[in-house]
């Protein structure tokens, strides 16, 4: 089976799209209609979930988790209806839009969520591996950046004996930049300052 071509006005209006959805920034606009202000002053200064959650509203925080997820799947089940090549492109546009989005001068998320809700537009099977990875560990270990890293890094090989080569490429590649977006988390984990789940103080 070729490779699909990445290069056609098809794909490249599938980046677009697919980095036009991931760079809503859910977390930063529920906040503030919640009128909680700007989630960046606060924690981490990150738009994420887990950021959200640092203002005690839980229910924020998962649809804040829900649609940076969502976004990720839309972008790819719209663009997929112009071929592989377009959905693929989506899926790294989308990436690229939460973690890059051009409203917040390119400071977004680390990406947990819409890496999952690119997964599960491509590979439902690969997403209850990952979710099993993640688990496994967060509940042996209660680190739930560790159990991200570790799931993320397994996607790809999931996906290649899944048979599914392109899209292991694609999940190798937005792996690299979750892992680059969590740096500061992997240098706490390797002091071990990391807080764990769960964790008060």
Same mark, same amino acid.
């Not at 509940?139 to 996906?159: C, E, M, N, W």
């Not at 694609?170 to 977006?181: S, T």
């Given at each position: 089976?070729?490779?699909?071509?990445?290069?056609?006005?098809?794909?490249?209006?599938? /980046?677009?799209?697919?980095?036009? %959805?991931? $760079?809503?920034? +859910?977390?930063?606009?529920? @906040?503030? +209609?919640?009128?909680?202000?700007? !989630?960046? *002053?606060?924690?981490?200064?990150?738009?994420?979930? @887990?950021? !959200?959650?640092? =203002?005690?509203?839980?229910?924020?925080?998962?649809? =804040? #988790? #829900?649609?940076?997820? #969502?976004?990720? =799947?839309? &972008? !790819? #089940?719209?663009?997929?209806?112009?071929?592989?090549?377009?959905?693929?492109?989506?899926?790294?546009?989308? +990436?690229?839009?939460?973690l890059f989005p051009v409203w917040l001068g390119f400071k977004g998320g680390k990406g !947990?969520? =819409?890496f999952i809700g690119v997964l599960l537009a491509f590979s439902p099977l690969a997403l209850?591996?990952?979710?099993?990875?993640?688990?496994? /560990?967060?509940?042996? %270990?209660?680190?739930? $950046?560790?159990?991200?890293? *570790?799931?993320?890094?397994?996607?790809?090989?999931? /996906?290649?004996?899944?048979? &599914?080569? @392109?899209?292991?490429?694609? +999940?190798?590649?937005?792996? /690299?930049?979750?892992?680059?977006?969590?740096a500061p988390n992997i240098r706490r984990l390797a002091s071990g300052t990391e807080g764990?789940?769960?964790?008060?103080?």
């Amino acid at each position: 089976m070729m490779p699909p071509d990445l290069a056609t006005p098809a794909a490249l209006g599938g /980046l677009a799209l697919g980095y036009a %959805l991931g $760079s809503i920034p +859910f977390g930063l606009i529920l @906040t503030k +209609f919640a009128g909680l202000g700007d !989630v960046r *002053a606060i924690g981490s200064g990150n738009i994420g979930a @887990t950021n !959200v959650l640092r =203002t005690g509203r839980k229910g924020l925080a998962a649809a =804040t #988790l #829900l649609g940076d997820a #969502l976004k990720g =799947t839309a &972008a !790819v #089940l719209i663009a997929r209806q112009l071929g592989e090549g377009p959905a693929l492109a989506a899926g790294l546009g989308a +990436f690229l839009g939460h973690l890059f989005p051009v409203w917040l001068g390119f400071k977004g998320g680390k990406g !947990v969520a =819409t890496f999952i809700g690119v997964l599960l537009a491509f590979s439902p099977l690969a997403l209850a591996a990952f979710a099993a990875i993640w688990l496994g /560990l967060a509940f042996a %270990l209660r680190y739930s $950046s560790l159990a991200a890293l *570790a799931a993320s890094a397994a996607t790809p090989l999931v /996906l290649w004996a899944l048979g &599914a080569p @392109t899209q292991a490429l694609l +999940f190798l590649l937005l792996g /690299l930049l979750l892992w680059w977006k969590h740096a500061p988390n992997i240098r706490r984990l390797a002091s071990g300052t990391e807080g764990r789940i769960g964790q008060k103080g």
